[in-house]
């Protein structure tokens, strides 16, 4: 009989403090930088995001998403026997940020020992962290390497922005989701489908890296948005149908279709593709802004605690960023 994997349970976990945009807008005109509601509105779809107080890291958002994964799945941490957490802002150059968030997880728990000592480790694939590491992590389950993950998308990007340039400090927040994905004799996910283009590195990186004691380069995150708006609009088209086809499903199959919450257009322009009714396009970046590796994870448990997304529906999740990178993953919940 083939083994599938299947999500058993969702979390997700946003920090406290919340900015509006017009309290964003009032907080750059402290620094002589000029937004608006209304162009942000326009031509984002964000109205807020929340940021992480400076004391906190994505393995404290990852844990807190994973601690609520793990309930709603009805395990506990001492079942996982895989760990991987999708980050662009880790909490240290190493080790990974799945090693910290493991002897968290290991620390609350009653019994620990099966969680003290899975393998963890990170996956850097920018906005398509999630899609690459739920994919990832179905491999290692279909092989038998594994039977029950922890995937978390974890991201402190407000630690990143520069918030001297308006084209890019508007649009990303903080924020983590997690899924319990479990192995099962019926799927679950059903077909994934990965890629990347290195050509594309300079229109979207945090270009810094630490060297000799120093940071050599800019920490922050510097971004051509019209060149990723372009590529992204083609291939996330591109990576449903890929993945509907490896499946043998058509776009009338899927329920909902939750795309990486980047830009509310390129969202719309996706689902007119896929001729979707803009009803089955699952829409959080209002809430959350850009949360990288975060904002699919997010809007998938946002929308199965609301009770929109129930049992047996069929997913289609689609991340594009840095690398640049993109994919997706078709699954029954
Ligand atoms: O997560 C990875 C994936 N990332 C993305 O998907 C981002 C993709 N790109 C985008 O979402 C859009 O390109 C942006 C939202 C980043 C920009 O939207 P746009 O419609 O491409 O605007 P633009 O860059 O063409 O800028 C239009 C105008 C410019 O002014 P001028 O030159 O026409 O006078 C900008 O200076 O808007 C100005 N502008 C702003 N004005 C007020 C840029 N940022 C702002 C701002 N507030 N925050």
Not at 8 to 13: E, F, H, N, W
Not at 36 to 53: K, L, M, N, P, Q
Request: with cysteine; net charge negative.
């Amino acid at each position: 009989m083939r083994r599938y994997s299947r999500i058993a349970g969702t979390g997700s976990y946003l920090p406290p403090r919340r900015l509006t945009n017009a309290d964003l807008a009032a907080e750059l005109a402290a620094r002589d930088v000029e937004t608006s509601d209304d162009w942000i509105v326009e031509r984002t779809g964000i109205r807020a995001r929340h940021f992480a107080a400076p004391d906190v890291c994505s393995s404290d958002l990852g844990f807190e998403a994973a601690k609520k994964a793990l309930q709603a799945a009805g395990r506990s941490a001492s079942e996982i026997d895989l760990i991987i957490v999708a980050t662009s802002t880790p909490d240290m150059v190493f080790p990974s940020t799945a090693c910290i968030l493991q002897h968290k997880l290991a620390q609350s728990s009653d019994d620990a020992r099966g969680i003290a000592g899975c393998p963890a480790f990170d996956v850097q694939a920018v906005c398509s962290g999630f899609v690459y590491a739920l994919s990832v992590a179905d491999a290692m389950i279909q092989t038998g390497a594994a039977n029950r993950a922890l995937v978390i998308g974890a991201e402190v990007f407000s630690r990143i922005l520069d918030f001297t340039d308006r084209t890019t400090c508007v649009l990303f927040g903080d924020g983590a989701g997690a899924v319990v994905l479990e192995a099962s004799d019926t799927p679950g996910i059903l077909a994934s489908d990965l890629h990347a283009d290195g050509k594309h590195v300079g229109i979207l990186c945090v270009p810094g890296n630490v060297s000799g004691g120093q940071v050599i380069g800019s920490p922050l995150l510097t971004m051509d948005g019209q060149a990723v708006f372009k590529l992204a609009v083609g291939v996330l088209e591109d990576a449903a149908r890929a993945t509907l086809a490896k499946a043998n499903l058509t776009d009338a199959d899927i329920d909902w279709l939750i795309p990486h919450q980047a830009n509310i257009r390129i969202m719309q322009s996706t689902a007119k593709k896929l001729k979707l009714p803009l009803s089955k396009l699952i829409v959080t970046v209002d809430q959350h802004g850009n949360t990288s590796a975060a904002s699919i994870p997010l809007a998938l448990d946002a929308s199965v605690r609301s009770g929109k997304i129930k049992t047996g529906d069929t997913l289609m999740l689609e991340g594009v960023g840095g690398g640049f990178t993109w994919g997706a993953v078709l699954l029954t919940l």
